[in-house]
């Protein structure tokens, strides 16, 4: 703050006595003030009076203004000042905002976190739950869907092993039944359906497998007893027999009883001429390799027939009917080459192999696409 003005100064001429001069800002002012009036003129009272009163006009207005110029900076100051602290409280309030706003969020992720976790647990439970309600709630007729559909997908799997068209049709005669005792009018498209299934399964025509296989064992059995070619005596006793009659021929009327003797005699006569002419035989050879084979051989050649009617029922049971017709094949040939074709027992070979033959088919078994679609849209409450 600046001092008043100095009152110890002289008075200036031509002021009346007892008069202060006009007071200056400060004591400078006063003294130039002073030093300028002091070498002006005299002049007249009167008019120096009013220049006097003039100059303390202006010399107050101005110490008035410069108090006020003051005051107002000094607010300004104040102000400022105010500003300034409530600027720096607010600013440090504001970092402790964000210390704690940072801290918050992190908090927030965490618990965020942690409650998506329990809301996916919360979500695999819901599921779990639904599927347990819908299990649970399942009406009768469904579990009657659920329970013909995987009878018959089991069918499929038991018919496509063995070959046979009996499971799908026991399986399907019974899923008929179980709807027919149902008695649901929903149901009835599955009804047609396996009806239509059941009577294309019944003109489907397979292999009948347990039929061809109990063939093929009866082969396998009979190999043993097949006569070879060059069984020379066998086939001498075979033709003998062949022409026995079964009866003896009635006697004639005019010869009496014959003697045990004489019929002994005729008896022995006849095998003798019979083993006399077959000691020489004369026949046509078709085959060389069939009358030139050993006595020891005729093990091995049946053991490889036995081997090939083998190998055929193993294809029959894996569902491979090209190799099962092959070996049938190669079976036929050994046994029209090497085996007595004038044979009873060779004779009845080959026509069960043809039978066999001809009963391998490579057929597929059929579909039950109607049944199994009808079953599904049943399923779905459609």
Do not use: C
């Amino acid at each position: 703050m600046s001092s008043a003005p100095s009152n110890d100064l002289p008075p200036v001429s031509g002021e009346a006595p007892g008069v202060a001069p006009a007071a200056a800002p400060n004591g400078r002012s006063a003294a130039t003030h002073t030093a300028s009036l002091a070498p002006a003129p005299a002049v007249a009272p009167g008019r120096s009076n009013a220049v006097t009163l003039l100059l303390g006009a202006m010399a107050a207005a101005a110490l008035a203004s410069s108090v006020m110029l003051w005051q107002k900076l000094s607010a300004i100051q104040e102000q400022l000042a105010r500003q300034s602290a409530d600027s720096g409280a607010l600013a440090v309030e504001a970092r402790a905002m964000a210390r704690q706003a940072q801290e918050l969020v992190r908090d927030t992720a965490a618990r965020l976190s942690v409650t998506e976790a329990r809301v996916s647990e919360v979500a695999l439970q819901r599921s779990q739950l639904e599927e347990l309600m819908q299990s649970l709630s399942r009406s009768r007729d469904e579990n009657l869907v659920v329970d013909i559909e995987s009878a018959v997908r089991l069918a499929q799997q038991q018919a496509q092993l063995t070959g046979s068209l009996e499971p799908l049709v026991a399986t399907l005669k019974t899923a008929a039944q179980r709807i027919e005792r149902a008695a649901q009018p929903r149901l009835a498209p599955v009804q047609r359906a396996i009806a239509h299934d059941l009577d294309r399964l019944t003109r489907a025509s397979v292999t009948d497998t347990a039929g061809l296989l109990g063939r093929l064992d009866d082969l396998v059995r009979q190999v043993d007893e097949l006569p070879v070619q060059n069984a020379v005596a066998q086939a001498a006793a075979t033709k003998r027999l062949l022409a026995t009659p079964s009866t003896p021929p009635p006697k004639p009327a005019g010869e009496g009883n014959v003697a045990w003797w004489q019929s002994a005699l005729q008896r022995s006569w006849s095998v003798v001429r019979d083993e006399a002419r077959g000691l020489m035989r004369v026949s046509r050879i078709d085959q060389p390799e069939a009358i030139l084979l050993a006595p020891e051989q005729t093990f091995f050649l049946r053991e490889n027939l036995k081997l090939k009617l083998l190998n055929a029922r193993l294809g029959v049971l894996a569902r491979q009917f090209d190799s099962a017709r092959a070996d049938l094949a190669a079976a036929t040939a050994a046994l029209n080459k090497y085996f007595d074709p004038a044979s009873r027992r060779t004779q009845n070979a080959a026509t069960a192999l043809q039978q066999a033959q001809m009963s391998i088919k490579a057929a597929e078994l059929p579909r039950l696409d109607e049944t199994l679609s009808a079953l599904a849209t049943a399923a779905a409450g459609r």
